[in-house]
């Protein structure tokens, strides 16, 4: 027994265990998040019961089971308490009974014991709306301008192609309101403050006034022209609409146009309900958000956090490799150079909040504030720079990450063999040219360990962020096809921001609880592909300079 | 050469046989020289530490001259003087003068960079870049601002056929130069410095690291490359110094002891301590 003791051999378990005990915490928080947040795809099958609860008169109720859990009698409400001992444990459902409109809430909770007759009928639809969230019921007719033209099964035969045609109606009117409308709103306030500016400057003839005059009227005649195309695309739209009789009974219009998705769940075959898993999946990532964020997607708020680190890197990279070189390469080792390294590590110590309120202070106030002042006077009292954006917000998380970058790069360049760069001297290389072909080259996989760092700091911070460009709505990516197509001065939504947001800023808690989970998920996800891209490069880049360690 | 320390002189009697390495007895004598490199009261500091003391060396055109001596005893740094790669090492400090073809090195004034073109250095451990072959060779035309291929191209060609190395790598020219063999790695070292077309060739060890066949293609290399080229060449190896120098300085702490034509000092020492050395009685 001594001798296992002495071996050591209990401390090689204890390690290993310890690291066991890491890799299942990360791996069950992954999973934890990942089924929580891709399990709400799945199309749930829609219940019908009879909700009879003491002292009123049964109701039908309709809707998906959301949420399951035993609580004490103790807390139910007085009325249910009732049948009940007073110490037993009863099943409550949450269920989704969604018609918003009608209700006020999406959920309502219940107890198991008061639900009688559960059943599944497949003629139960779940209708997903571009607004009041999602409708149950029974469809019982297809409407072409108020009048009825299909009932009951005979519905699901034209429902099909009818909402297809909808869905292409709608995307053209998408088109025509950002690509063409987009560029003439653009145009127009590019004419207001090249003519605003001119007045400044006091050179605004008659001239030129008649000249933008003109094109203005251009501008406006193209834009009545596509309001005159979109109100006939509107009108087309209204076309159809679908008679819902609801859990209670009443009958609601539901028009196609506000309609997303029509399916029967309790019908569905599991490859069906993989193919609507599937095409629910991509609407998430790939639509815009709705209903304050409610519903709907996330894709702007993907794009604002990938633009957001890739800006940042653009400055971060450049900046901090400078600094390490200069540290390492040309200050002269000693006092000064020490605190000022030393004070660089610190810097990575302070929290991100304070660059936040630097960012604010510094970039966006004082610079923002000054280059409004100089270049955009004709802007203003609206601001360009001199408000949050993503320019700022890049800047302040490249001056959180900068230490990472610093002290990562100079490690690398120590690295560098001294009998390399006395190679590189002896052939007649100046300090510049050791650096330029030699060092920096060989540095570079250290750089990128210090960028890939840098990116897992920037894209979880959130608090800065806040302070420096975020928004929980954007009305415009950074980046699109109007000049100068990167809109520096914009603001950005960011997939951090956006669980925060939809967590603890949601009128709609219980809706959205699936969403932070799955928003969380996709935010892992993103950090990891841009790691990963990150390593890979590193990879590449130490492929070229393997078997440097043996020398 | 050196009389700071006083030392007993030896019988004139012949320590090695150096017939055995199938050179000829030849004599050479510095007066029949052209020298080419001088050193005039050498003095080297590390800091508090003095490594070289006045050494006063001539160095003749177109002849192999070798280094030995103990570890520590100032060789290497000796070597480094010669293309002043000893500013790098914080600290260190020059007195004194080296005359290259005349020219003191030493000034204020002259060009350190354009001062190790005409100076090529080869070290103990085969130093290659990452690159491939051909971009090692051709490193000293490119920082030089050499970008015409057909220039480069040839340049490369001569200078690995004349380190012997051209028909070993002709087929990977392009191909990462730390996949050669720690021989072919040093003869392409020595392509390298020799591509900038130096006048004097520094060798610190060369031989050190490699296997008895390498070391045996260097010194072969050695005695093409003297007719083009003045060389220097530290070595622990007393055998190979015997082999390839024309001329052997025997430093001892800092000092040049003994500095002569190789077959008369290793043949007929003039001090203890030289003889002690090469027969092996010491170091």
């Known amino acids: ?551 | 050469m050196n009389m700071n320390i006083k030392l007993p002189p030896t019988t004139a009697r012949s320590f090695i046989d150096l017939n055995l390495f199938g050179r000829s007895n030849h004599q050479y004598r510095l007066e029949d020289e052209n020298i080419f490199l001088e050193t005039k009261d050498l003095n080297l500091f590390y800091g508090q530490q003095q490594v070289l003391q006045s050494i006063n060396l001539s160095l003749p055109k177109h002849r192999v001259t070798a280094f030995i001596g103990p570890s520590g005893c100032g060789k290497s740094s000796l070597l480094r003087c010669f293309n002043r790669l000893n500013d790098l090492i914080e600290d260190s400090r020059t007195e004194g003068q080296i005359l290259l073809d005349g020219e003191d090195i030493y000034q204020p004034r002259t060009n350190v960079a354009y001062l190790r073109r005409k100076v090529g250095m080869v070290f103990q451990k085969p130093n290659p870049f990452p690159k491939s072959v051909y971009e090692n060779v051709a490193y000293g035309l490119r920082i030089q601002g050499i970008k015409q291929r057909k220039r480069l191209d040839e340049t490369v060609e001569t200078s690995l056929r004349a380190a012997s190395l051209w028909d070993e790598v002709k087929d990977r020219l392009k191909e990462n130069a730390l996949g050669l063999s720690g021989g072919q790695q040093q003869r392409l070292i020595i392509a390298r410095a020799i591509a900038i077309e130096p006048e004097i060739l520094l060798l610190d060890e060369p031989a050190s690291a490699l296997d008895p066949i390498s070391t045996l293609k260097i010194e072969e290399l050695i005695n093409e490359l003297k007719a083009k080229f003045t060389i220097a060449i530290v070595t622990h190896n007393m055998q190979q110094a015997a082999r390839v120098s024309d001329y052997t300085a025997f430093m001892y702490m800092g000092q040049v002891i003994e500095f002569g034509s190789t077959n008369v000092l290793f043949t007929t020492p003039k001090y203890r301590q030289t003889e002690d050395y090469i027969t092996g009685r010491y170091g």
Not at chain 1, 121 to 142: F, K, Q
Not at chain 1, 229 to 251: C, F, I, K, N, P
Not at chain 1, 277 to 286: A, D, E, I, N, T
Not at chain 1, 489 to 517: C, W
């Open chain 1, 1 to 551: 027994m001594k001798a296992w003791w002495g071996s050591g051999e209990p401390w090689v378990w204890l390690a290993a265990s310890t690291v066991a005990l890491c890799l299942l915490m990360v791996f069950s928080l992954l999973a934890f998040i990942a089924v929580q947040g891709l399990g709400f795809f799945w199309p749930a099958p829609i219940m019908q019961a009879m909700h009879h609860t003491p002292g009123t008169a049964p109701t039908r109720l309709v809707g998906e089971i959301y949420h399951q859990d035993e609580v004490p009698v103790s807390r139910l409400t007085k009325a249910w308490q009732a049948p009940f001992a007073a110490h037993q444990e009863v099943t409550r459902y949450l269920i989704k009974v969604g018609n918003r409109e009608h209700y006020g809430l999406d959920f309502r909770w219940v107890l198991k014991a008061h639900l009688q007759d559960i059943q599944y009928p497949p003629t139960l639809s779940v209708v997903e709306r571009l607004e009041w969230g999602n409708a149950y019921g029974d469809i019982e007719a297809l409407q072409e301008n108020g009048v009825t033209i299909a009932e009951g099964e005979a519905v699901w035969e034209m429902l099909e192609s009818r909402l297809q045609r909808t869905r292409d109606l709608r995307q053209q009117i998408k088109q025509i309101e950002k690509q063409p409308l987009g560029r003439i709103h653009f145009q127009l306030e590019k004419l207001r403050l090249q003519a605003r500016k001119l007045s400044l400057q006091h050179r605004l003839t008659p001239e030129k006034i008649a000249e933008f005059e003109t094109q203005r009227r251009e501008q406006e005649a193209l834009s009545q022209q596509l309001h005159d195309q979109l109100a006939v695309l509107h009108q087309a739209m209204q076309r159809d609409s679908l008679l819902l009789r609801e859990m209670q009974g009443q009958h609601i219009v539901i028009p196609l146009a506000k309609v997303v998705q029509i399916i029967q769940p309790n019908r569905l075959n599991g490859m069906e309900k993989l193919h609507y898993y599937g095409l629910r999946l991509w609407h998430f990532v790939s639509s815009d958000p709705r209903e304050a964020n409610t519903e709907g997607g996330v894709f702007p708020a993907i794009f604002g956090t990938v633009m957001m680190v890739l800006i940042m890197s653009i400055i971060v990279t450049p900046l901090g490799v400078m600094a390490a070189v200069y540290l390492q390469e040309y200050a002269k080792p000693g006092f000064w150079t020490q605190l000022i390294r030393i004070s660089v590590n610190n810097l990575a110590g302070v929290p991100s909040i304070v660059y936040g309120v630097f960012g604010l202070g510094f970039f966006v106030y004082l610079l923002g504030g000054n280059i409004d002042a100089w270049f955009f006077p004709e802007a203003a009292p609206a601001p360009v720079f001199g408000t949050p954006g993503i320019l700022w917000a890049s800047l302040t998380l490249a001056l959180l990450t900068l230490p990472v970058v610093i002290v990562a790069t100079e490690e690398g360049l120590a690295r560098i063999p001294r009998s390399l760069r006395e190679g590189s001297f002896a052939l007649g290389a100046t300090q510049y040219e050791v650096l330029r072909y030699t060092v920096l080259p060989m540095a570079t996989p250290a750089m990128m360990t210090g960028l890939i760092l840098a990116i897992a700091r920037a894209a979880g911070e959130v608090a800065p962020l806040m302070l420096v460009g975020v928004v929980k709505l954007a009305p415009s990516l950074v980046l699109d096809n109007n000049a100068p197509f990167l809109h520096l001065d914009r603001k950005f939504m960011h997939l951090g921001f956006h669980i925060y947001d939809v967590g603890f800023q949601s009128p709609n808690v219980e809706a959205t609880r699936p969403l932070v989970y799955a928003t969380a998920f996709l935010l892992v996800l993103v950090i990891l592909v841009l790691n990963l891209t990150a390593f890979w490069i590193r990879a590449r880049l130490r492929e070229r300079y393997k078997s440097l360690e043996t020398m």
